[in-house]
Structure formats: structure tokens, C-alpha cells
């Protein structure tokens, strides 16, 4: 059981290009969600998702998108990226009915240059 | 709209107590957590707290609520070097699938 699982890990990313980061989970849960965690202030909702084929805006959604073609799966992608994206991207899950039980991914770090 | 806001800084010396405060403004908060962040690691939940108690006990750690004041607190007793991480409080009010962060605590525990 590997829990929350995150790829890549660090990505050093020029402005303008574009890539997806992958956010697997192995524990069957409903939920799924994509933070963003800069120096000196908590987490920050992106993106989050209720279920398989289902997805909706957090607190800073714009810049970013988000898939869930799988129950395990949640991607988010980064279409044209920029400096301000320059963060540590967390995902998370939990079991429907049960938001204590959150799970968070590693991290990963990236930088826009 | 919510907010969940804490000191940024604690510094305590190994074997005293730490007590790290937050409040928060949603006042339908149903779940308020306090997760533990180590350098280079993800959010790791210490424990939560539904808003219908007043206090929660594990081991070393407890958790204190005031509703009233909008107020929640977690002492660690006996603080080790171990301990030394950001802390960070959060809520998910009734319904909701957001949970709420306050920006951590960084507690520094000196041998």
C-alpha cells in the first residue's frame, strides 16, 4: 500500500512550456485534490475532484487544469507556465464522508524560469 | 471569507511544553486538524478534532477547543528535537470538501 504518490518529484520548467504532474493513490478514495504551498502561507486549494470523471475549481484554479479519467488518478497540467507557478505542488485524498482521513502526496517542487 | 491564521515561529527548549495556537472565522467548522510538515516532506495529520468537543487527548499531544473564541490550541508535552517541524492548523466546515490552512508554525525545540 504506497498511499499517495506523486511524479515527478522536482521539474525545472522554462515560461511558456507546459507539462503535467501525475498524483496516484492505492487506498480507493473518492476525493482527491491538488494544493499549492508557497514560503510563509498554508496550502492553497487548486483543484479537486469528488470523483472519477468529475473535477472542480479550488481557491487559485486559474492557470491550471485538471483530470480524473481514473478513480485512482488525478492529473494537473500547466498549459503555459509562468514564474508565479513556481511553487510545491501537494496532492491529497481522502475517503467520501471522511475529510479528517486526508492524505497527502510528497510534493512535488517546481520552478518556472 | 474563511481564515485560519497562526504565530509563524515557536522556540521552545527540550522537555518543556510547546502550545501552538490558531483561530479561525467559519464558524460552521465541523473538522479543525493540526498536521506536522518535516523539511522536505508532506503534510502528516497529528490529529483532528470535531467541533463538538472541547479537548482531545493522544499521548503527548493535546487539543484544545473554543468555540466561543474561535480558538484552538495543541500543547505538546515532554518536546523533543523530534518535534521540530511546521505545524499547521486547518478546518473543513460542514459539507464542505475545502479545507482551510493556516500558514504553519515552525517550532524550534532546543537541546
Known amino acids: 500500500n504506497a498511499g499517495v504518490t506523486q511524479t515527478p518529484k522536482f521539474r525545472v520548467l522554462k515560461t511558456g512550456q507546459s507539462m503535467t504532474l501525475l498524483c496516484a493513490q492505492d487506498?480507493?478514495?473518492?476525493?482527491m485534490y491538488w494544493y499549492r504551498q508557497d514560503p510563509g502561507m498554508g496550502l492553497r486549494l487548486i483543484h479537486y475532484?469528488?470523483?472519477?470523471?468529475?473535477?472542480a475549481k479550488g481557491e487559485v484554479p486559474d492557470g491550471y487544469n485538471v483530470s480524473r479519467l481514473k478513480k485512482q488518478n488525478f492529473l494537473l497540467g500547466l498549459e503555459s507556465a509562468a514564474p508565479s507557478q513556481t511553487s510545491v505542488y501537494f496532492c491529497?485524498?481522502?475517503?467520501?464522508?471522511?475529510?479528517?482521513?486526508?492524505?497527502f502526496g510528497p510534493g512535488t517542487r517546481l520552478t518556472v524560469t | 471569507g474563511e481564515d485560519v491564521e497562526q504565530s509563524l515561529f515557536l522556540s521552545v527548549r527540550e522537555g518543556d511544553s510547546s502550545v501552538i495556537n490558531c483561530t479561525y472565522t467559519?464558524?460552521?467548522?465541523?473538522?479543525l486538524y493540526w498536521y506536522k510538515q518535516e523539511p522536505g516532506a508532506g503534510l502528516q495529520l497529528l490529529t483532528y478534532?470535531?467541533?463538538?468537543?472541547d479537548m482531545k487527548q493522544d499521548q503527548r499531544l493535546t487539543v484544545l477547543l473554543n468555540k466561543k473564541d474561535k480558538h484552538l490550541s495543541l500543547r505538546i508535552a515532554d518536546t523533543q528535537t523530534g518535534d521540530s517541524a511546521i505545524y499547521f492548523c486547518a478546518e473543513t466546515s460542514t459539507g464542505g470538501f475545502k479545507t482551510i490552512f493556516g500558514a504553519g508554525t515552525r517550532l524550534f525545540v532546543k537541546a
Open positions: 478534532i470535531f467541533s463538538n468537543m
Open positions: 487506498m480507493n478514495h473518492e476525493y
Open positions: 475532484s469528488v470523483g472519477e470523471g468529475t473535477t
Open positions: 491529497a485524498s481522502t475517503p467520501r464522508g471522511k475529510s479528517y482521513e486526508q492524505y
Open positions: 467559519d464558524s460552521s467548522s465541523t473538522y
